[in-house]
């Protein structure tokens, strides 16, 4: 939902804050950017740390930075940098946030199952899902 939640809203958000395509687009690839730049700092911080203490970190910041995303334009936040400025920031953050997910749900999964089910994650939490 992170990656692709702006894009459901973005026509709305364009025309409440006065924002081009241009603009947005550059909203869209901050995500992309933070995600990108931090791949490698988060595996290595998700090989050391503990994956249910950084999920849940994790967690918090990225309700914390969605919660934010809903303040952008109002008078007492957001308005004084500008709308662009602050969604660029909240979305590059989002971006850091997100990157160690994989990581640290390869690491979960190494942890708690034996080597030769480690393919099979994926499949049993596709089953239950269901």
């Known amino acids: 939902?992170?990656?692709?939640?702006?894009?459901v809203v973005a026509p709305r958000l364009m025309a409440e804050l006065n924002l081009s395509q241009l603009e947005m687009g550059k909203v869209f690839s901050a995500f992309l950017l933070g995600y990108?730049?931090?791949q490698v700092p988060s595996g290595w911080l998700?090989?050391?740390?503990?994956?249910?203490?950084?999920?849940g970190a994790l967690a918090l910041g990225?309700?914390?930075i969605t919660g934010a995303h809903g303040l952008v334009g109002k008078a007492?936040?957001?308005?004084?940098i500008g709308a662009l400025p602050a969604l660029l920031g909240l979305r590059l953050?989002?971006?850091?946030?997100?990157?160690?997910?994989?990581?640290a749900a390869g690491r979960a999964i190494s942890l708690t199952l034996?080597?030769?089910?480690?393919?099979?994650?994926g499949v049993r939490l596709s089953a239950w899902l269901r």
């Open 76 to 80: 007492w936040f957001g308005l004084s």
């Open 93 to 103: 953050v989002l971006g850091i946030l997100a990157s160690p997910t994989y990581p």
């Open 114 to 121: 034996p080597a030769e089910r480690h393919g099979w994650a």
């Open 1 to 7: 939902m992170c990656r692709v939640d702006r894009a």
């Open 36 to 38: 990108t730049l931090f």
């Open 62 to 64: 990225w309700a914390a």
């Open 46 to 55: 998700a090989g050391r740390a503990s994956t249910r203490r950084l999920f």
